[in-house]
Nanobody, 128 residues
Framework: QVQLVESGGGSVQAGGSLRLSCEVSGYTVSRRCMGWFRQALGKEREGVAAISTGESNTYYADSVTDRFTISQDNANNTTYLQMNSLKPEDTAMYYC?????????????????????WGQGTQVTVSS
């Protein structure tokens, strides 16, 4: 059974940093698109960033460009989201997701329905 487990969330002050991790275990496909999504209370889920494993293609939401960096450790089946210069509006539950067997789509990487598997989420809270 495939599992995606997020970690690294927490509470920080504005301007601080956090690094989220998403470890994939179980039956996996080496070629996949890994995405990070977030959902704040009372808001729609939004795509934050995505990366195609084995390729250099990365994608970011405009709201996090130049502040967040997604990366992939293929040897350890772990995807990271380095978050710098955090703002109160970054407060949300963060989820990682996998789309198996395909690279990320430049058109649909942000679309939740493009992904097959999801983690349980990790909470990020940024105080002003």
């Amino acid at each position: 059974q495939v599992q995606l487990v997020e970690s690294g969330g927490g509470s920080v002050q504005a301007g601080g940093s956090l690094r989220l991790s998403c470890e994939v275990s179980g039956y996996t496909v080496s070629r996949r698109c890994m995405g990070w999504f977030r959902q704040a209370l009372g808001k729609e889920r939004e795509g934050v960033a995505a990366i195609s494993t084995g390729e250099s293609n990365t994608y970011y939401a405009d709201s996090v460009t130049d502040r967040f960096t997604i990366s992939q450790d293929n040897a350890n089946n772990t995807t990271y989201l380095q978050m710098n210069s955090l703002k109160p509006e970054d407060t949300a539950m963060y989820y990682c997701a996998a789309s198996w067997g395909v690279p990320c789509s430049s058109t649909y990487w942000w679309y939740g329905a493009s992904y097959n598997s999801w983690g349980q989420g990790t909470q990020v809270t940024v105080s002003s």
